[in-house]
């Protein structure tokens, strides 16, 4: 597996969009050795493939840090807003089953709470028919990006 550079776009997530109609919008950048890659993408819906692999190993038993299962599901969550400013402002969420090195994580986020610039997104994350994860994540579409925003302006 060849590394992949930070600096340019990982083209495995720009070209795994099994519908052309839909463009992703957000981290473009993003790794998918490590976040997973796109394999559905629609309006208000992502689903996102996370093939696990020994780097991600926390102990000799391979199981699977569970940073790399948030990354991938918080990818899912940003992928279905599919907005270029979208950031994660919470989440709640539950590690329901332990990931071993070598599973591969299907996550499936939906979109199904808008109020202006907020959206919450469910992500359920899935090794085989077994659930592994769930969480509601709490996302907000900025004006700008978000290193980009004045936050200090109104503090005193």
Do not use: W
Request: proline share 3%; net charge negative; aromatic share 8%.
């Amino acid at each position: 597996m060849a590394k992949e550079s930070l600096e340019t776009p990982n083209m495995d997530v720009l070209q795994s969009v099994s519908n052309p109609q839909t463009a992703l919008n957000t981290h473009e950048r993003i790794n998918s050795s490590f976040s997973g890659y796109i394999v559905r993408l629609e309006s208000g819906y992502a689903k996102v493939s996370l093939e696990t692999s020994d780097v991600m190993r926390a102990d000799e038993l391979g199981l699977v840090h569970g940073g790399f299962i948030f990354s991938a599901a918080d990818f899912a969550a940003m992928a279905a807003v599919n907005e270029p400013n979208v950031v994660l402002a919470s989440c709640n969420c539950l590690f329901l089953a332990p990931v071993r090195s070598g599973d591969i994580v299907t996550f499936e986020a939906t979109e199904h709470q808008k109020e202006g610039r907020k959206r919450n997104v469910t992500v359920r994350g899935f090794v085989h028919e077994i659930k592994v994860f769930e969480g509601e994540f709490k996302t907000v579409i900025t004006e700008r990006h978000v290193l980009r925003l004045d936050l200090m302006k109104n503090v005193d």
